[in-house]
């Protein structure tokens, strides 16, 4: 596809997502005024029109991997959208993102990730973020991390979260295979607490691991201790590429109020009674 055909299209799909436009569309809907023939027509124009750009930036729908990187580690994007603006916020991503992502959560919304984006280190992560709150944030909810704690809310409208690998990450807390993990899978702040510590909580408040971690039994003194220690990890595993070329920037603020604050040593304030 040539640049000026690439261009057109854009344009084309530009006008399929304005409001005025698509408020007539469904208004012609909902009085049936559209045939049969001219409703199939407009779904399967905006279907070729995704396959086409999707296949041109190389993306699979059903793979999503985060670029430039090997080992299946880095920072995503969640967006939270209200169902009217999913079609806008795909063809947007479609048109406008490198990154592979994906809509909802094995086919249904969970809290704030209506749209996920793998983008890889903390800087390509933040740099598309400012893009996305310049862009369509008026097409994205407010992002609520008191909804999903997982989550850093980086700008208001965009959460992030480093993702670990299967291999060294488990959500069940049990050994696998013989393997002791080195992370839970989940954490608070966009990072994922270290496995060794929520098996000390959990030897120390006797209840499932789901129960501690969702039902929020830890406080917040102690999960910023939780954050300072899996932060130093994940330093040593992945340097830059976890917090970013310059030294400071928000996650490193973060790091360095919960260090001042609480330090980084075991047995925890909240686990003594």
């Known amino acids: 596809m040539t640049a000026d055909n690439y261009a057109l299209l854009k344009n084309l799909i530009d006008k399929t997502l304005d409001d005025t436009y698509k408020n007539k569309v469904l208004e012609y809907f909902n009085q049936g005024k559209l045939t049969e023939k001219e409703k199939n027509d407009l779904f399967e124009y905006l279907k070729i ?11 699979h729908k059903n793979k999503v991997e985060f670029v430039g990187d090997t080992t299946q580690a880095g920072w995503k994007i969640h967006l939270a959208v209200e169902p009217k603006n999913y079609q806008y916020v795909f063809r947007w991503l479609v048109l406008n993102g490198p990154y592979d992502f994906k809509h909802l959560h094995g086919g249904e919304t969970e809290a704030g990730k209506d749209f996920t984006i793998y983008n890889g280190s ?7 973020a400012q893009v996305i709150q310049e862009k369509i944030s008026g097409r994205l909810k407010i992002f609520d991390q ?4 997982d989550c850093m809310r980086v700008l208001p409208n965009i959460g992030a979260r480093f993702q670990l690998p299967l291999a060294i990450a488990s959500d069940t807390g049990l050994a696998f295979k013989g393997k002791q993990y080195k992370f839970f899978m989940y954490g608070w702040n966009g990072v994922s607490f270290l496995h060794a510590d929520m098996m000390t909580l959990l030897e120390y408040y006797k209840v499932s691991l789901v129960k ?7 406080d917040d003194h102690c999960r910023k201790i939780l954050f ?16 970013g070329a310059k030294r400071s920037n928000m996650l490193t603020a ?8 609480c330090g980084s040593e075991l047995p925890m304030p909240a686990m003594t009674r």
Request: no cysteine.
């Open 146 to 149: 008191r909804v999903y704690s």
């Open 228 to 243: 300072v220690r899996a932060y130093n990890e994940l330093v040593k595993m992945y340097g830059t590429y976890f917090f």
């Open 49 to 59: 029109i995704d396959n086409i750009v999707l296949a041109e930036r190389g993306v």
């Open 212 to 218: 501690l971690y969702r039902q929020k039994i830890i």
């Open 122 to 128: 903390w800087d390509d992560m933040f740099a598309f």
């Open 254 to 261: 973060m790091f360095d109020k919960f260090e001042q604050e």
